[in-house]
């Protein structure tokens, strides 16, 4: 039996229609009928989250593991408001996530009534459509109801927001059937053979093409811009760009040194991150990508083979680099546990800052991290949303930061043992002891780089997860080992302690090696 309230059932309906299949909902009374629907509905599976902000993470893995629309459920009030980092994340990767939050009768905002504030476009710009469903008493504003329904989840390719006012008496449950709805599609563009031969055409005969990919990664771009220094030779003057958000500041300046860019993306949206972009191509990337990179094998570009010269000096000098003790070493040696072992085609994650940066040096495969707006909170419950809905393991590899702000990703039920951590803990945020100038100030220990004396053990306790710890390299070497091949039914926590000078030390060695 459905709720009798017609706007949830017009709106659970369509769902099920557009192939949403997953839903993350949280505890609350005012959205208690949209989650009695959404578990009633045989075509949803619904994945309880207690906390909003990490519950919404949760539905970003579970989007990137699937490249399926997945939704969140929320309660009235400043619930709303706790999903914006991830939603902010989720539409700078464009994502699919449906943020579907219920509200009070419009007449009671500002009325000092429980939980309430204005929800209609609280999310503002970080969402790709905001709706409002009327509650229906005829015929035309059920017809408004499903095409409201519609329009946003005809969206594809970023989070929309369904706000869902709903009246008292909440908790009647006596509709047999959802509703037979109108469901409206749209086609979807596509690259076709004429546009796919004129990019090709353009990136093989341009004296100095480039062909960028941004996230998932840029393996080693960052320092071989960094050997190329003011070197004209090798400045592109086309650029392709077809992936997302690029990690390196470097390398987008570098980049905005080229005469002109060309952007292909699935929306054809205008970013401009080189500041020469001139054309734009909706379609999918890869596409391309693969097209140029078979004509290359057939026909290297001479531009492109000087390129791949110094992209190989780079990479002979981090698999020959031996840092000291630090979590440029943590990573480098499970990079090459992962080689080893066979364990390449696991989903890897790593979080914002150091995380990633590390991973650009010496990972050799695909990975994922938040960095369409590249905040730090987050990424743990990403991660973990995605081991969800896989069987393969998930490796998250995540900052003490990130972790301790993002702990409640492992206060929850869904978590099975494929999942698996490695916290690098220095005792505070390391990377801002990179930035010349910043530790001068006497805010910088304390307030700025959040100087801590916190570890994950308790957390893990309370959390049923396992434990792992080291702190020097024969430690490392026992835990990795540990965490690779424990059978476990619930996530596993290796947690390793550096010291924050060793881990500015490491960088510091590793790029004055290579250019020395």
């Known amino acids: ?87 902010a994340e989720a539409f700078y990767q464009q994502r ?18 429980g939980q309430t504030l204005p929800q209609p476009d609280a999310l503002g710009r ?34 929309v927001h369904i706000n869902v006012p709903i009246s008292e008496p909440l908790f009647d449950f006596s509709v047999e059937a959802l509703p037979n709805e109108r469901k409206i599609e749209r086609m ?8 796919l031969s004129h990019l090709t055409r353009m990136f093989m005969l341009a004296k100095r093409p480039m062909l960028i990919a941004g996230q998932p990664m840029n393996p080693h771009l960052d320092e071989a811009v960094s050997l190329v220094a003011d070197d004209e030779r090798y400045v592109p003057d086309f650029v392709l760009y077809i992936g997302g958000s690029i990690v390196s500041k470097r390398v987008k300046r570098f980049l905005r040194k080229a005469r002109e860019t060309w952007a292909v993306n699935p929306t054809g949206e205008v970013n401009d991150t080189f500041m020469n972009l001139t054309h734009v191509v ?9 097209h140029i990179r078979f004509m290359l094998e057939t026909e290297p570009h001479p531009f492109v083979q000087l390129w791949d010269e110094l992209l190989e000096k780079v990479r002979k000098h981090a698999d020959a680099f031996q840092p000291p003790f630090s979590q440029m070493s943590v990573v ?48 743990l419950s990403t991660a973990a949303g995605f081991s969800v809905v896989v069987d393969e393991p998930v490796f998250c590899i995540i900052g003490d930061l990130s972790f301790f702000y993002d702990q409640n990703a492992l206060w929850n039920q869904n978590l099975r043992g494929n999942l698996r951590i490695i916290m690098l803990n220095n005792g505070s945020g390391g990377i801002f002891s990179m930035l010349p100038g910043l530790n001068e ?22 959390n049923h997860v396992a434990y792992l710890h080291a702190s020097n390299e024969e430690e490392l070497e026992a835990a990795l080992d540990e965490l690779m091949e424990m059978d476990s ?11 924050t000078g060793n881990d500015h030390q490491a960088f510091t060695e590793y790029y004055k090696g290579l250019r020395g």
């Open 126 to 159: 970080f969402v790709r459509k905001a709706v409002t469903l009327p509650e229906p008493n005829d015929d035309e504003q059920r017809w408004y109801c499903n095409r409201l329904v519609n329009e946003a989840l005809l969206e594809e390719h970023g989070p």
């Open 489 to 499: 039914e619930r996530p596993v926590v290796l947690e390793v302690f550096t010291e």
């Open 188 to 195: 979807a563009a596509d690259i076709s053979p004429t546009v």
């Open 282 to 290: 909706q379609g999918d990337g890869r596409m391309v990508a693969d």
């Open 332 to 379: 480098k040696r499970f990079e090459q546990q992962v080689e080893l072992r066979g364990l390449t085609e696991s989903v890897f994650h790593y979080a914002n800052s150091t995380p990633i940066r590390l991973a650009n040096i010496f990972a050799h495969h695909q990975v994922f991290c938040n960095r369409g707006v590249n905040g730090i909170e987050g990424s």
């Open 441 to 462: 100030s006497p805010a910088f220990n304390r307030l700025v780089s959040a100087e801590h004396h916190t570890t994950a053990e308790g957390i893990c306790r309370q």
């Open 1 to 87: 039996m459905y709720s009798n309230k017609e706007n949830i059932n017009i709106l659970t309906s369509l769902l099920v229609e557009h192939g949403v299949r997953r839903a993350v909902v949280c505890p609350g009374s005012r959205n208690a009928p949209i989650v009695h629907n959404l578990n009633e509905c045989p075509d949803i599976e619904c994945y309880p989250v207690t906390d909003e902000r990490s519950a919404t993470f949760y539905a970003l893995g579970m989007a990137e593991a699937t490249g399926e629309h997945v939704a969140v459920c929320v309660t009235s009030g400043t619930a709303l408001l706790n999903v914006a980092p991830a939603v």
């Open 96 to 113: 699919p996530l449906v943020m579907i939050s219920a509200d009070r009768p419009p007449q009671w905002i500002d009325q000092l009534d």
